[in-house]
Every structure is written in C-alpha cells, then in structure tokens.
C-alpha cells in the first residue's frame, strides 16, 4: 500500500491525477485506507495539516466525499442517480468532489449504465472516483476500459503468521487469521475474540470426530455449531477455514506444505484414508455454500447443508 500511496502522492503534486482509478486486492489489503488517504491529499491539497479533516473522512462526514456500497446484494440505479444529483449541486459544494464506490463488481447493469453516463458526462473536472473490488475479473469490462487499474497486493501468508507471532497472538490464530485478512489490526482483533477460539476447536473437533462412528455431524453441529450462524460474516469465516483444511488434504497428497502444521499428524492419517474425488467434492460444496452466502442464504439451512454434506463423504 504505500508504494500506490507514494504514487497517488506524486501524481497530485504534479497535477496529474486521473478522472477514475479501479483499485483490487484482496480483503486487508489497505484500499479503504489508501483511499481515505488519498482523499486527504486531494482535499487539503496546498492547505496546511488538518486533523479534523482527516477524522471527517475516517467518519464518512465530509462534505466532498461520497461514499456507495451495495444496497443489499447490488448497487442499483437509484444509488448512482442519487450521486449524480449530490455532485451536480456545484453551488453548495467548493472545490473537488470524490465518489468512492465499494464491490464495484455488485452493480447492477442498470447502476452501471447510469454510472458510465456520469463518468462521461461529469459535472465538473475536479470530480475523481475510485471504484474498489476483491473480485477484479468479476468486474464489468466497460467500467475496466475506462478506469485506471491499481492492484494491491496483500502481505504473505507466512510474514504475517511471523508478525503476530512476534506480538504475542497464540500459534494457531497466527496461522489462520492471515487466510481471513492481510490487516494485521484486523488479525490482532480477531486473536482477541473469544468466538475465532471456539471455531478453530470445533474445526478441530470436526477433524477428531471424522473417524468416530458414534458421532454424526448433522446431530453434532446442531449441538455445538449454531455460534457460527450468529453472523454471516463469521460463518464464512468459518467455511474459510474449513475449505483450507480440506485443501490441506490434497496439499498433502501432491506432498506440499500444509498450513494446518498443528493438524499434520490428523492431515496424513486422514488423507492416506480419502479418496482426492472424494476430498474434491467437499472441496466444491464448501465453495458452493461460500458462494450462496452472498444471496443471503438462510444460514441455519447452509450449515445444515453442510453437516450433512460431510456426513455422507465420511
């Protein structure tokens, strides 16, 4: 991030920032902070230090930034039409206007009509937008065409198992929240939460049971697994780790590094014993369920599902 910072910082100084910039990397990478930043170089450009416009930005309170973010699963038409109107009242607003739009790639077809109308028709040259995805290829290819791509890449894996490691976070958090998030406060936070604790138990739990023929998972997760339905963010969480176990199988298999390295001894035991057909097809069902959350699947069915799914491939 502070490489496209750097870059944002020399193209203002020398007048010649972009109209439009798509900015992708993966969850944790910085793209909101990078761009609350860059907003702040746009907005206090040639003014001295303003702490209070910085924390304007931070709060989404500041008069010449807009922010969009889907309106349940798509930004629709109204959302964009609603930006165009804020940013044609000129007289109200002085100097640049910025619109941020998050998960560009949920905007409807009708959002994105309305959006490249703006974009080519903008009601001032001091207007700059910055669209934000996880999901670069999902992203229209009209609005890749006319925008200026930035990639950011999030921090290894294993660097950042290190770094908290080195803040003290227990091993097995260190381990799997960088698979969760590449913000290392983020990761911080959830080593404090007593919930991301009892979720890699239960993974744990699920891979102990996996062999135990007097315990079925559909009665097992109805028992001990409805904390991971208290959120749908938090559930997907927990399908992320538990997809990355399973890969761990096939890794294992192929004889490449596992990162369950706490699981190694229950990873080979149970990879001598399934089929990679079999380990592939729960593979692509967690995928599934993953996918169906962002329709807002009822989430009491999909860990259901779920359970069952791993039941019939025991």
């Not at 969850?27 to 907003?39: A, I, M, R, T």
């Not at 930034?65 to 039409?81: A, N, R, S, W």
């Amino acid at each position: 991030m502070k490489r496209a910072y750097y870059f944002f910082e020399q193209t203002i100084k020398k007048n010649r920032l972009a109209h439009l910039y798509l900015i992708s990397g993966p969850k944790g990478s910085g793209k909101h902070e990078l761009v609350d930043d860059v907003s702040y170089l746009i907005l206090n450009k040639n003014k001295p230090e303003s702490p209070h416009l910085k924390l304007m930005i931070k709060e989404r309170r500041a008069s010449n930034l807009m922010v969009i973010e889907p309106d349940g699963l798509t930004i629709k038409k109204e959302q964009i039409l609603n930006l165009q109107q804020e940013f044609s009242k000129t007289a109200l607003v002085s100097g640049p206007r910025i619109y941020v739009i998050k998960n560009i790639e949920k905007i409807s077809q009708a959002g994105a009509n309305s959006l490249l109308k703006f974009m080519e028709e903008p009601t001032s040259h001091l207007v700059y937008g910055f669209l934000l995805t996880e999901n670069l290829d999902d992203v229209l290819v009209t609005i890749k065409s006319r925008s200026q791509i930035l990639h950011l890449k999030g921090i290894d894996e294993k660097d950042m198992m290190n770094e908290l490691t080195s803040l003290g976070v227990d091993h097995k958090i260190a381990t799997l929240a960088p698979y969760l998030t590449k913000n290392i406060e983020e990761a911080t936070l959830l080593a404090e939460n007593p919930n991301i604790v009892e979720m890699i138990q239960f993974i744990e739990d699920i891979v102990t049971n996996w062999t135990k023929k007097d315990v079925t998972f559909p009665l097992f997760f109805y028992e001990r697994g409805r904390f991971l339905i208290q959120d749908r963010d938090f559930f997907m969480n927990f399908l992320e780790l538990l997809l990355l176990y399973f890969l761990d199988l096939v890794h294992y298999k192929a004889h490449q590094e596992v990162t369950y390295q706490f699981l190694r001894d229950q990873i080979q035991v149970l990879s001598d014993r399934m089929e990679v057909k079999d380990i592939n097809e729960i593979i692509y069902y967690i995928q599934q369920i993953l996918k169906e959350q962002t329709y807002y699947i009822n989430l009491e069915l999909a860990l259901d599902h779920l359970a069952y799914i791993l039941e019939q491939k025991r």
